[in-house]
């Protein structure tokens, strides 16, 4: 039995028994090298860190010390008054700020993960105050969580561009923004078709002008962070990796100098939490990258290359098999090992059918991050439900327009390659 075979059976049992993804991986792989006795075990120690050994990899951990900076510095709470004072008072207003607050979030902590656990915890809190029904106000944070990976800065993409040569950390930022803002606009459809049913309804209190300009003035040096980074990576002033950093700086002095709400004590907690979270993300790319290179030494990617190209399928056809393979297969699986196994087997193939890298990138990464909220494995369903006490059973039916909200995304995002390509290309970007 070759050792591809065994390493795709030994990660399906690994899965189906609820070992955790990073360490699945890693045992699926040692379970190959041991079994076939191909190649010795040093291999995986070996490939581990030659998959975490990347200076584009470093923006990772500071992107991830941003955010946790600008939440540590009450940005949450100045996100919120800012999405509120424009649609709080509306039928269905707090839905509305749960969505416009979680997409403002998404582009600074580029996870959907910190966007449920943070502004969507307390947009569930509020929600639910305010009359609406707690599974629903979970539903909807959820829903809106996954546009984290898909507005800049994302990790996913950061990942993404690492594995795929054709496409760059840029280029994919840039792309993410008609897609991020498409999803949330999808989100608010489906927020005002239910708040009419159900007749959920806004505060009722329309905020002054002189209101209005004293929050954005506030709000106004957090929602600067995503511009700060695209427009200095596309000025040339400081590459992705260096933006990061650049990003911590910044994090740091609005903290502390201009809301002036975080204290230094606090801060090695989020050191703390910070190296956590990158910790359990470079174990995931890590184990990804061993796995993957069992994949390719036994020429895995080359075989289902050949295969598909064998079948002459059209672009479009193509992309077709490819979103209801990778909707499937998002389900059991998270979006960062998803992008390093996939990604290099599939990414080729799309290229030679004629598909655009960076359209193909988009789809790619919206299908895989689908998967955190569909059942029965998909992790932020766990977080959400966890910060919400919402048992899991009555989160899934509430999520169900959602999901068909997103399916509808997906489309327009697969057949309407110039929603993701327009705007990299007006700004330079091949």
């Given at each position: 039995?070759?050792?591809?075979?065994?390493?795709?059976?030994?990660?399906?049992?690994?899965?189906?028994?609820?070992?955790?993804?990073?360490?699945?991986?890693?045992?699926?792989?040692?379970?190959?090298?041991?079994?076939?006795?191909?190649?010795?075990?040093?291999?995986?120690?070996?490939?581990?860190?030659?998959?975490?050994?990347?200076?584009?990899?470093?923006?990772?951990?500071?992107?991830?010390?941003?955010?946790?900076?600008?939440?540590?510095?009450?940005?949450?709470?100045?996100?919120?008054?800012?999405?509120?004072?424009?649609?709080?008072?509306?039928?269905?207003?707090?839905?509305?700020?749960?969505?416009?607050?979680?997409?403002?979030?998404?582009?600074?902590?580029?996870?959907?993960?910190?966007?449920?656990?943070?502004?969507?915890?307390?947009?569930?809190?509020?929600?639910?105050?305010?009359?609406?029904?707690?599974?629903?106000?979970?539903?909807?944070?959820?829903?809106?969580?996954?546009?984290?990976?898909?507005?800049?800065?994302?990790?996913?993409?950061?990942?993404?561009?690492?594995?795929?040569?054709?496409v760059s950390v840029g280029a994919?930022?840039?792309?993410?923004?008609?897609?991020?803002?498409?999803?949330?606009?999808?989100?608010?459809?489906?927020?005002?078709?239910?708040?009419?049913?159900?007749?959920?309804?806004?505060?009722g209190e329309h905020p002054t002008?002189?209101?209005?300009?004293?929050?954005?003035?506030?709000?106004?040096?957090?929602?600067?962070?995503?511009?700060?980074?695209?427009?200095?990576?596309?000025?040339?002033?400081?590459?992705?990796?260096?933006?990061?950093?650049?990003?911590?700086?910044?994090?740091?002095?609005?903290?502390?100098?201009?809301?002036?709400?975080?204290?230094?004590?606090?801060?090695?907690?989020?050191?703390?939490?910070?190296?956590?979270?990158?910790?359990?993300?470079?174990?995931?790319?890590?184990?990804?990258?061993?796995?993957?290179?069992?994949?390719?030494?036994?020429?895995?990617?080359?075989?289902?290359?050949?295969?598909?190209?064998?079948?002459?399928?059209?672009?479009?056809?193509?992309?077709?098999?490819?979103?209801?393979?990778?909707?499937?297969?998002?389900?059991?699986?998270?979006?960062?090992?998803?992008?390093?196994?996939?990604?290099?087997?599939?990414?080729?193939?799309?290229?030679?059918?004629?598909?655009?890298?960076?359209?193909?990138?988009?789809?790619?990464?919206?299908?895989?991050?689908?998967?955190?909220?569909?059942?029965?494995?998909?992790?932020?369903?766990?977080?959400?439900?966890?910060?919400?006490?919402?048992?899991?059973?009555?989160?899934?039916?509430?999520?169900?327009?959602?999901?068909?909200?997103?399916?509808?995304?997906?489309?327009?995002?697969?057949?309407?390659?110039?929603?993701?390509?327009?705007?990299?290309?007006?700004?330079?970007?091949?």
């Amino acid at each position: 039995m070759s050792a591809s075979l065994i390493l795709l059976i030994a990660a399906c049992v690994y899965l189906a028994i609820g070992v955790p993804v990073a360490f699945a991986l890693g045992l699926s792989t040692i379970t190959a090298l041991l079994v076939s006795g191909s190649f010795p075990l040093i291999v995986l120690l070996k490939e581990t860190f030659t998959g975490i050994d990347s200076f584009p990899l470093m923006a990772v951990p500071f992107f991830i010390l941003a955010a946790e900076l600008m939440s540590g510095g009450s940005l949450t709470e100045v996100l919120l008054k800012f999405a509120g004072q424009f649609v709080g008072h509306r039928r269905g207003g707090l839905g509305y700020t749960n969505v416009v607050s979680l997409t403002f979030f998404s582009g600074i902590s580029g996870s959907a993960l910190a966007d449920a656990a943070g502004p969507g915890a307390m947009m569930i809190r509020m929600m639910d105050k305010a009359g609406y029904s707690r599974s629903y106000a979970a539903a909807l944070t959820a829903a809106t969580a996954i546009v984290g990976p898909i507005i800049p800065p994302s990790i996913i993409m950061i990942i993404y561009a690492l594995a795929d040569d054709r496409v760059s950390v840029g280029a994919l930022f840039v792309a993410g923004l008609v897609p991020g803002v498409l999803i949330a606009v999808a989100m608010c459809v489906v927020n005002w078709k239910v708040s009419r049913e159900r007749n959920y309804k806004g505060d009722g209190e329309h905020p002054t002008r002189d209101e209005i300009i004293r929050t954005t003035w506030m709000a106004m040096p957090a929602i600067l962070l995503p511009v700060l980074i695209l427009g200095g990576m596309r000025a040339g002033w400081f590459t992705p990796t260096e933006s990061s950093v650049v990003a911590v700086f910044y994090a740091l002095l609005c903290g502390k100098y201009v809301y002036r709400t975080l204290e230094w004590k606090a801060v090695p907690n989020i050191l703390s939490r910070s190296a956590l979270l990158t910790a359990s993300v470079l174990m995931i790319i890590g184990m990804s990258a061993s796995f993957a290179w069992v994949l390719t030494i036994e020429g895995v990617p080359q075989i289902v290359a050949n295969w598909i190209v064998d079948l002459n399928l059209n672009a479009w056809t193509f992309l077709i098999v490819v979103n209801v393979f990778l909707l499937l297969f998002g389900i059991f699986i998270e979006p960062l090992p998803g992008v390093m196994v996939l990604v290099p087997i599939l990414a080729p193939v799309a290229a030679k059918v004629g598909v655009d890298p960076i359209h193909f990138a988009m789809v790619v990464i919206y299908n895989l991050t689908l998967g955190m909220i569909t059942p029965p494995v998909g992790g932020l369903l766990f977080v959400t439900s966890n910060v919400s006490r919402v048992p899991l059973s009555d989160l899934t039916r509430e999520l169900k327009p959602f999901l068909w909200a997103h399916g509808l995304v997906l489309v327009l995002l697969t057949f309407v390659p110039w929603l993701s390509t327009w705007l990299p290309r007006a700004m330079g970007y091949k």
